[in-house]
């Protein structure tokens, strides 16, 4: 690599010094300065794959050049930040992931400290449990192997998390060993709290589904039956447009393929990250 190359890289994640972190609680195995790099390399791929086009179909303009400086500096510009937010997709992704389970994944430890198991035992069954919340624990249990006390582990997973509520389990655990309480207390008054959280959500979501349900009705059948109806009138009426009737109703099926398939995503990303 040449050494210039690599005084950018270093510079680049220098100015972030909140990377590691991130590259941490994302589970990236990659030090800052090689995340960095790739993000480089890969929005330079990019940048080049654009201006090849721009070259192939604007090379006879006579403002080839404003296209193709302004091509290289909005392209590279949004090239880099795309690609530098893998990192923080990754880590909404995983918390995503944990929030699903995380009730379930609290309330199977307190279980197994109910039952009389101490904590540390709790940790390696839920590491053996089902679903995803499991390769969380097993981080834990991962690093106890490794020699790491029980409190430190805790603290470094709780300190990485991508989930806040799976930190805040992990430190009401945490801070229940270093006080010397009863961890099942602290754990059950966590978990009531996160029930009712997740319980405020689902009734918000219920409100939210009533507004879309309605906009889908307006904007999804309503309002197209009424535009179709409408065009086959006035194409009847008019003759130069009877021709035309055909490519209106392709443009009001695409319009309406496109219309459900922003209301599927609307739903989708209304829905609470829970397990209902």
């Keep these: 690599m040449l050494p210039q190359f690599t005084k950018i890289i270093k510079r680049l994640a220098d100015k ?26 890969t929005a330079l791929m990019g940048v080049t794959a654009i201006l090849i086009l721009v070259f192939l179909f604007f090379s006879k303009n006579h403002n080839f050049a404003l296209i193709f400086f302004g091509s290289l500096f909005v392209s590279g510009i949004l090239l880099y930040q795309i690609n530098f937010k893998v990192v923080d997709i990754a880590i909404i992704k995983r918390g995503k992931d944990i929030d699903r389970e995380v009730l379930f994944a609290g309330r199977f430890l307190l279980i197994k400290l109910n039952s009389g198991q101490p904590l540390i035992n709790a940790i390696v069954d839920a590491s053996k449990s089902f679903g995803v919340a499991n390769k969380y624990f097993k981080e834990i249990v991962r690093d106890i192997d490794l020699g790491t006390p029980l409190e430190v582990a805790i603290e470094n997973a709780a300190n990485y998390s991508a989930s806040t509520r799976f930190k805040k389990i992990l430190f009401n655990i945490n801070n229940a060993i270093k006080i010397g309480i009863d961890a099942r207390k602290s754990l059950s008054s966590i978990l009531d709290e996160i029930a009712n959280e997740q319980l405020i959500e689902i009734q918000r979501y219920g409100k939210k589904l009533n507004s879309l349900t309605m906009f889908y009705m307006l904007m999804a059948i309503i309002l197209p039956s009424l535009g179709m109806t409408m065009a086959v009138v006035i194409a009847s009426m008019l003759p130069n447009l009877g021709s035309m009737t055909g490519i209106l109703f392709w443009l009001f099926g695409a319009g309406i393929v496109i219309i459900n398939i922003i209301f599927i995503n609307l739903f989708r990303g209304a829905r609470p990250n829970v397990n209902i």
């Design 16 to 41: 972030h010094p909140e990377l590691r972190q991130k590259l941490l609680t994302a589970k990236i195995d990659k030090t800052p300065e090689k995340y960095m790099e790739t993000v480089v390399k």
